[in-house]
C-alpha cells in the first residue's frame, strides 16, 4: 500500500475511533450520550468526505505521472516552498525547478499537503515546462479543495522529461 493509502486509512480510523468512543458512552438523561453520538457521526461523516477526496486526488496524480513517457526522477531536483492560504482557503506552495542537465527539460511534479502528524490531506500535480539547462523555475501548487490548519507541502514524486 501507498503512503497516501496508508494515511487515508489513518483518517477512517480516527473517524472509527471517534464512532466507537461515542457508541460507548452511556446516556445519563442529560442528552450528552445524543450530542457525542451526533459529533461522531459528523466526524465520521467529514472524514469519508476527506478521505474520498485524498483518494481521487491521489488517483489523478498517479494517471498523471503514470502518463509521462520516458520520464526520470527528479526529486533532487524539485524543492517546495512553505504553504500559505489564498483567499478562497485553498494551501499554495512555491515549487522551484532546478534543471542541472545540459539540455532544456519539463517536469511533472506531485505535491503533496499533509498534516503536522503526517496524513495526507491532498495532493496535486504541477507542469513545469521548458526548464532552461543550468537555471531554475518557480511554479505554484494549489490544493484542489480547502485545507485547515498546519499544513505543509512536500514534494511526492518527480519526473524531469
Do not use: W
Not at 483567499?87 to 511533472?108: F, L, M, R
Not at 503526517?118 to 500535480?125: F, S
Not at 490544493?143 to 507541502?153: F, I, Q, T, Y
Not at 512536500?154 to 524531469?160: H, Q, T, Y
Amino acid at each position: 500500500m501507498t503512503r497516501q493509502g496508508v494515511r487515508g486509512v489513518g483518517a477512517v480510523l480516527v473517524a472509527m475511533t471517534v464512532a466507537f468512543t461515542a457508541s460507548a458512552c452511556s446516556d445519563d438523561g442529560d442528552g450528552a450520550s445524543s450530542t457525542v453520538s451526533k459529533a461522531a457521526s459528523a466526524a465520521s461523516s467529514v472524514a469519508s468526505e476527506g478521505s474520498d477526496a485524498v483518494a481521487s486526488a491521489t488517483a489523478a496524480a498517479e494517471d498523471k505521472l503514470n502518463s509521462v513517457k520516458d520520464g526520470v526522477n527528479a526529486g533532487g531536483d524539485v524543492k517546495a516552498g512553505a504553504p500559505t492560504t489564498d483567499k478562497d482557503g485553498h494551501a499554495t506552495s512555491k515549487i522551484t525547478v532546478e534543471n542541472g542537465t545540459g539540455s532544456k527539460q519539463s517536469y511533472v511534479v506531485q505535491i503533496n499537503f499533509d498534516d503536522p502528524d503526517g496524513n495526507l490531506l491532498d495532493t496535486v500535480v504541477v507542469t513545469v515546462d521548458d526548464v532552461a539547462s543550468k537555471k531554475t523555475k518557480d511554479a505554484t501548487a494549489r490544493s484542489n479543495r480547502k485545507l485547515e490548519g498546519d499544513v505543509k507541502a512536500e514534494v511526492g514524486k518527480a519526473l524531469r522529461h
